[in-house]
């Protein structure tokens, strides 16, 4: 009677263990201090990928508010926790896959009771058994492939870095962006502003002078054609900055619905200083993340051929187990109830039916696209290197060119206004040379702007290196 008492001791036991444990709803939600565990991980990840966003080359254009938009997406950006966590998901299985080259340690337990049958030749009778075994189990490794698999993992780890890095750059990028094509905005929008109402005056002196026989019908349209067409230009300014503060909005994760309510500065205001370098040396260039992740997948692939050949070698396992075994619970932990064994097994496949070889084919053939898209890779990043130099070339020299036809108009101007102050000319002259001006002014701070969107596709080509 007591062992029975005692047996249902231990299933009771059992059942409660397994019952809170294994299937414990409570076990597959995450608790409140392993998530607090994980977001602290992925704050630390985020500052110390810091270093990516390059404060010297954001500091040139003498921005803070720039600069402010810039470090806040590094905290705050959707798409840099996902790479961020990508990280730490690899660290972990570099860790899972170095945790296999370790031998295996089991420790459990085992109650049965047998029943012989009465109708066989021996006597019948019943008899329990418990067994408390140690199991060890270890791939002996001595092709390393365990070794390579987690240098395998580690590659995968290198590729998430160099992803996350690439990300931080081009959202840096996209940031600076949006930004100038704002700011662009906001005064396209000044400028335009004043042309509608410089046609607007036009209209109406053109209308005057229609009443007194001084304009023609002709005139009259043209003038009314002329308005219509500026104010639809501002109606589409419009738009493109509100579209461009909601980009700016998204990016760094603030609330499109005040986008318009974001703080910027004049164009005015923002000058790119420094001189820029008109080439670069080839160890700058190769730094950039792509081409490193490239160089990274082809190590890579070279490992996964190494595996594909090792596949050939037959697999050597070392098992071992060491504890106690009794028919009588009281003793089961007694010296002479001690069991010990170990053994050396060695597995190989004799037919796969080509399988091996078809695979070591795959991985070949994979390695040589892997060659080939670095090759790629490295020829690509020279042809954006070199085409951002000449669009940043190009753009500044029209830059300068318009700074140049702002001033020659401007003095021009100045001519007419001292003609219109003798009645040489009329005030409707003025107007239309009022109007060159700004439509100047417009052009050179879309040329501006074209310079500073030049330097960003430069500071990307070059991985953020400038």
């Not at 160089?295 to 070698?313: M, T, Y």
């Not at 396992?317 to 089961?332: D, V």
């Not at 069991?339 to 084919?361: D, M, N, P, W, Y």
Request: charge should be neutral; glycine fraction near 4%.
């Amino acid at each position: 009677m007591k062992k029975y008492n005692l047996l249902a001791a231990i299933l009771s036991a059992i059942f409660l263990i397994t019952g809170n444990s294994a299937f414990s709803a409570d076990n597959v939600k995450i608790k409140p201090e392993q998530k607090q565990t994980q977001n602290k991980k992925l704050n630390a990840r985020i500052i110390d990928k810091n270093e990516y966003i390059n404060q010297d080359w954001w500091s040139r254009f003498n921005d803070p508010i720039l600069t402010g938009y810039i470090n806040k997406s590094a905290n705050s950006n959707y798409d840099l926790k996902i790479a961020s966590l990508k990280v730490l998901e690899t660290q972990a299985l570099v860790r899972e896959s170095l945790g296999k080259e370790f031998p295996l340690l089991n420790l459990g337990s085992d109650f049965s009771r047998k029943k012989t049958s009465d109708n066989v030749q021996v006597a019948s009778s019943t008899q329990s058994s418990y067994m408390f075994p140690l199991n060890v189990n270890y791939e002996l490794d001595l092709w390393r492939k365990n070794r390579d698999k987690t240098i395998q993992k580690g590659k995968d780890l290198e590729i998430a870095n160099f992803d996350e890095k690439a990300l931080f750059i081009s959202l840096n990028s996209s940031i600076a962006s949006a930004y100038f094509n704002a700011v662009n905005m906001d005064k396209q929008l000044e400028l335009q502003k004043k042309i509608v109402n410089i046609r607007k005056e036009i209209l109406d002196l053109t209308k005057e002078n229609y009443k007194y026989g001084l304009s023609t019908a002709t005139e009259v349209t043209l003038a009314e054609k002329s308005l219509t067409e500026a104010e639809s230009a501002l109606s589409d300014i419009g738009k493109y900055q509100v579209i461009f503060l909601n980009q700016l909005a998204a990016l760094t994760s603030d609330s499109v619905d005040n986008s318009l309510s974001l703080e910027r500065t004049s164009v005015d205001n923002i000058e790119l200083t420094g001189h820029l370098p008109e080439n670069f040396k080839n160890e700058v260039i190769q730094k950039r993340p792509d081409i490193l992740k490239a160089e990274a997948e082809l190590q890579k692939s070279g490992i996964d051929v190494s595996l594909a050949k090792k596949d050939f070698l037959p697999d050597i396992t070392l098992s071992g187990q060491f504890g106690f075994n009794s028919n009588t619970f009281s003793k089961s932990f007694n010296w002479d109830s001690y069991i010990l064994s170990g053994g050396v097994g060695i597995l190989e496949t004799v037919f796969s039916g080509g399988q091996r070889k078809a695979r070591l084919k795959v991985k070949k053939y994979q390695y040589e696209q892997m060659l080939q898209r670095y090759q790629k890779t490295i020829l690509t990043s020279f042809q954006e290197v070199n085409d951002s130099l000449a669009m940043l070339k190009f753009d500044t020299q029209k830059d300068i060119n318009n700074l140049n036809r702002i001033d020659h108009e401007k003095d021009n101007l100045e001519s007419i206004n001292i003609k219109y102050e003798h009645g040489a000319i009329s005030y409707l002259d003025t107007l239309q040379y009022k109007e060159r001006v700004l439509t100047l002014e417009k052009e050179q701070t879309q040329s501006k702007i074209d310079c500073f969107i030049d330097s960003l596709s430069l500071y990307k080509a070059v991985g953020g290196s400038l």
